[in-house]
């Protein structure tokens, strides 16, 4: 549920900018300081946007416990707004062996969140009674 609207965010926060920085016949860092300037804008005002309107997504949704869930996943904005620019740069000098190293390199700090969640009874699905 908190996903779709993340997800919805996640596209605004690209807006093609990573793809113009990849397609952009020469970068200096002029260009480079305006991408990220745009960049920390559009991610700190989504950071905010999904900040202010967990309560009303949380509400839409019946379930008034997504609201710390989605103020939560707001701060993906905040990370996201750093890794904009190398990530671009990787993909302009096609170095996909260095993003798939760097991706890969979250796993197991994704999979430590969810042993202790779990380990603290973090995830408890609620799910229909059985007819």
């Known amino acids: 549920m908190a996903t779709v609207f993340v997800g919805f965010l996640r596209l605004m926060a690209e807006a093609g900018l990573n793809a113009a920085l990849i397609q952009a016949p020469e970068l200096y860092e002029g260009k480079l300081r305006a991408a990220f300037a745009t960049v920390i804008l559009v991610d700190g005002a989504l950071f905010l946007v999904q900040l202010a309107a967990a309560p009303a997504i949380a ?13 939560v996943l707001a701060v993906q904005f905040l990370l996201a707004m750093f890794t904009a620019i190398p ?21 197991p700090g994704y999979c430590r ?3 202790i969640s779990s380990l603290r009874g973090g995830h408890r699905p609620r799910w229909p009674a059985a007819p």
Do not use: C, M, P, Y
């Open 59 to 71: 509400h839409f949704f019946s379930e008034e416990r997504l609201t710390l869930l989605i103020r």
């Open 113 to 115: 969140i969810i042993n």
């Open 87 to 107: 990530t671009a740069l990787l993909s302009r000098r096609l170095d996909f062996k260095s993003q798939s190293i760097i991706d890969s390199g979250g796993v």
